[in-house]
């Protein structure tokens, strides 16, 4: 839990600082995007566990 808090307060002091220095997020900005980067993770994990439990 404590790693995920850390990324967020990482991503939200980022955002913050991309945004004084009036910069374009380093992150897509609409939730295709996200959901992209989101289906990579799944996409990541479902290899891991496919490859422990049939493979491993």
Same mark, same amino acid.
């Given at each position: 839990?404590?790693?995920i =808090?850390?990324?967020l307060l990482a991503?939200?002091?980022?955002? %913050?600082? %991309?945004?004084?220095i009036?910069?374009? =997020?380093?992150?897509p900005?609409?939730?295709p995007?996200v959901?992209g =980067?989101f289906?990579?993770y799944?996409?990541f ?7 422990t439990t %049939? %493979?491993g």
């Amino acid at each position: 839990m404590q790693e995920i =808090i850390l990324a967020l307060l990482a991503g939200l002091i980022v955002g %913050f600082v %991309f945004a004084l220095i009036k910069l374009p =997020i380093p992150a897509p900005p609409a939730l295709p995007g996200v959901m992209g =980067i989101f289906g990579v993770y799944l996409g990541f994990k479902l290899f891991q566990w496919v490859s422990t439990t %049939f %493979f491993g």
